[in-house]
């Protein structure tokens, strides 16, 4: 599933919490000793499942992602279906010219960076001709803030068809990166900083992951909580629990997968009881 699609349907089940119970967070993911994992990539369907979300390179591993353009949600209520459809079709095209000038620009390979990962944990890849069940899509994800920045996220989904299982495990870089020089091609020395930042995010995504497989991770605090890099538009309240975390990061539990961001870029709003 697309992280946007995903994120519509997080939000979706968020706003009917008032008329329903709680939608389950992710449950403990599947991982045993002899696990071996194939890395996989998004397909072209996953990469433009929404007007949203255009892929940056052709394995589809780097998307980007933005929902500015057009009137907003009052046009849309104003103008009723038509609005809507306009709004939509203005996102999609600022959306794929905004891509089009990033594609093939940010220079990272977030299959290689993963299998390397994967190596230093000790756990093992699989073979594309492998009979295991168990897949892990590494990504990054550049998120326009609407403005002259975006912010830049690595994680991995991970899934076992054999429960069926499904998770998503996201870290967030520190900080902002302009459109404009990522669209010009960084520099040496920032591309290496960038590479570096997002392997950082990538192994931290991964070790949520095992972390959580090993039980590790608990926490019984459920609140509501905004992070702009999920809804950069529009800020939702989005539910999950609280997990450890130290004071750079604030982590959370949620529908379908877990999130860290980093600590001003994360707001608990609600303590739920």
């Known amino acids: 599933m697309a992280f946007r699609h995903f994120v519509f349907i997080l939000?979706?089940?968020?706003?009917?919490?008032?008329?329903a119970k709680r939608p389950p967070l992710l449950s403990t993911p599947p991982l045993s000793s002899d696990t071996a994992f194939v890395i996989g990539t998004y397909s072209e369907h996953e990469a433009t499942m929404t007007h949203?979300?255009?892929?940056?390179?052709?394995?589809?591993?780097?998307?980007?992602?933005?929902?500015f353009g057009g009137g907003g949600v009052g046009t849309g209520l104003l103008l009723g279906p038509f609005g809507v459809a306009a709004n939509?079709?203005?996102?999609?095209?600022?959306?794929?010219?905004?891509?089009?000038?990033l594609f093939d620009k940010v220079a990272l390979d977030p299959v290689a960076l993963l299998a390397g990962l994967l190596e230093e944990a000790a756990i093992a890849r699989a073979s594309e001709t492998s009979p295991t069940t168990f897949?892990?899509?590494?990504?990054?994800?550049?998120?326009?803030?609407g403005k002259e920045?975006?912010?830049?996220?690595?994680?991995?989904?991970?899934s076992d068809s054999a429960k069926p299982w499904t998770g998503k495990f996201l870290a967030q870089l520190p900080g902002e990166w302009p459109i404009n020089e990522l669209a010009t091609g960084l520099s040496p020395e920032r591309s290496q900083e960038l590479e570096a930042q997002v392997k950082s995010a990538l192994r931290e995504a991964l070790h949520l992951y095992i972390d959580d497989a090993a039980g590790k991770l608990n926490g019984t605090d459920q609140v509501n909580f905004e992070a702009p890099f999920l809804s950069p538009?529009?800020?939702?309240?989005?539910?999950?629990?609280?997990?450890?975390?130290?004071?750079?990061h604030r982590v959370f539990r949620s529908i379908g997968g877990i999130f860290s961001f980093p600590a001003a870029r994360a707001e608990v709003t609600k303590h739920l009881k």
């Open 149 to 158: 920045n975006a912010w830049i996220a690595a994680g991995i989904d991970v």
């Open 88 to 101: 939509v079709a203005a996102i999609k095209k600022r959306t794929e010219a905004e891509a089009q000038s």
């Open 135 to 145: 897949t892990m899509k590494p990504h990054v994800r550049v998120v326009s803030n």
């Open 233 to 248: 538009r529009i800020k939702f309240q989005l539910y999950g629990v609280v997990l450890p975390s130290d004071e750079a």
């Open 11 to 19: 939000i979706t089940c968020v706003c009917a919490q008032a008329h």
């Open 52 to 67: 949203m979300v255009r892929p940056l390179n052709a394995s589809n591993s780097i998307l980007y992602e933005q929902s």
